[in-house]
């Protein structure tokens, strides 16, 4: 119990934003000098290997969270919690197959919303959707041509629409989140240095490697973080393994279930549609986990 309560005061004091922003130069370097050339190096690195050691396990944890909260015990419990949280996903999953073009938008506001929690302990919701929206939004400003191919493969009626529309919205995101960040008397200069990294790899990147190296390597270490403080390192593992697992079964599943086209197309939808239907029962689950305490 003393080394359990040593290793949680640990991860509360460790820094982890200064090496995550470290991480993050490092990713980009490594990126324009290995794997710029390399796209099915990059497949195999961006999509499987990182998503699925780093990205998935975050919301792989959600179980032991909610089990911590009181939402649910025993074996019973578990299964019941499982099956609602897959319901979710796969309603998800229905809702973007026969509406995509539909989906889109509310796809992109609530991850804005769901991402803008990253930077909540330093600035207010709104400047924080700021961010998380300039950070969505940034790769069709400076490369549209890619973002408009990946559109295609998602929403391809209305992949011109939607690009056009979040180059402006990454604009003006960012004059405002930009006002909010140097208006504040107190800056928070390790922030600051966070988001100049990601500004210089929205522009450094392409779009799927920009993606990949912020969920990667500051969003989901950021959640896993706070999910050790208050679970610990045990726990974390007994549920992290086997819901990564399972959720790369899912992904395995949805992509043998896709149409035959290129399989990065395939990948795109995997990645980008899967994440999102795994991103809704986690907000809500995030959100229900913040109501209960003031309930109580």
């Known amino acids: 119990m003393q080394k359990s309560n040593m290793t949680r005061r640990a991860l509360v004091n460790f820094p982890a934003r200064p090496y995550l922003s470290l991480i993050s130069v490092i990713a980009i370097a490594g990126y324009n000098l290995w794997l710029k050339d390399s796209p099915d190096i990059q497949l195999l690195i961006i999509l499987i290997i990182l998503l699925a050691l780093i990205g998935l396990p975050h919301?792989?944890?959600?179980?032991?969270?909610?089990?911590?909260?009181?939402?649910?015990?025993?074996?019973?419990?578990?299964?019941?919690?499982?099956?609602?949280?897959?319901?979710?996903?796969?309603?998800?999953?229905?809702?973007?197959?026969?509406?995509a073009e539909l989906a889109i938008i509310p796809m992109l506001a609530?991850?804005?919303?769901?991402?803008?929690?990253?930077?909540?302990?330093?600035?207010?919701?709104?400047?924080?959707?700021?961010?998380?929206?300039?950070?969505?939004?940034?790769p069709a400003?400076?490369?549209?041509?890619?973002?408009?191919?990946?559109?295609?493969?998602?929403?391809p009626l209305s992949s011109q629409m939607i690009v056009s529309g979040m180059a402006l919205i990454s604009i003006s995101s960012a004059l405002?989140?930009?006002?909010?960040?140097?208006?504040?008397?107190?800056?928070?200069?390790?922030?600051?240095?966070?988001?100049?990294?990601?500004?210089?790899?929205?522009?450094?990147?392409?779009?799927?490697?920009?993606?990949?190296?912020?969920?990667?390597f500051l969003h989901s270490p950021l959640h896993l973080k706070k999910s050790l403080e208050q679970l610990g390192v045990s726990e974390v593992m007994i549920y992290a393994i086997p819901f990564t697992i399972l959720s790369l079964g899912a992904g395995a599943c949805l992509f043998l279930t896709l149409p035959k086209i290129e399989m990065s197309f395939q990948l795109i939808q995997v990645v980008f549609v899967g994440l999102f239907a795994l991103t809704v029962p986690h907000m809500l689950l995030t959100g229900a986990l913040k109501q209960k305490p003031r309930r109580k």
């Open 141 to 155: 400003l400076f490369y549209k041509t890619e973002c408009l191919e990946i559109f295609y493969v998602l929403t």
């Open 176 to 216: 405002y989140a930009t006002i909010c960040l140097f208006g504040t008397r107190e800056k928070n200069f390790q922030v600051l240095v966070e988001l100049a990294i990601l500004l210089c790899a929205a522009f450094a990147l392409p779009p799927i490697a920009y993606f990949t190296m912020y969920f990667c």
């Open 59 to 99: 919301g792989a944890v959600d179980p032991a969270l909610a089990k911590k909260a009181g939402l649910w015990s025993g074996v019973l419990g578990l299964i019941k919690f499982s099956i609602g949280y897959l319901s979710i996903s796969l309603f998800i999953l229905g809702v973007w197959f026969i509406v």
């Open 110 to 138: 609530l991850s804005a919303w769901h991402f803008s929690a990253d930077w909540l302990d330093y600035y207010p919701r709104p400047t924080s959707v700021a961010i998380s929206l300039a950070i969505i939004c940034l």
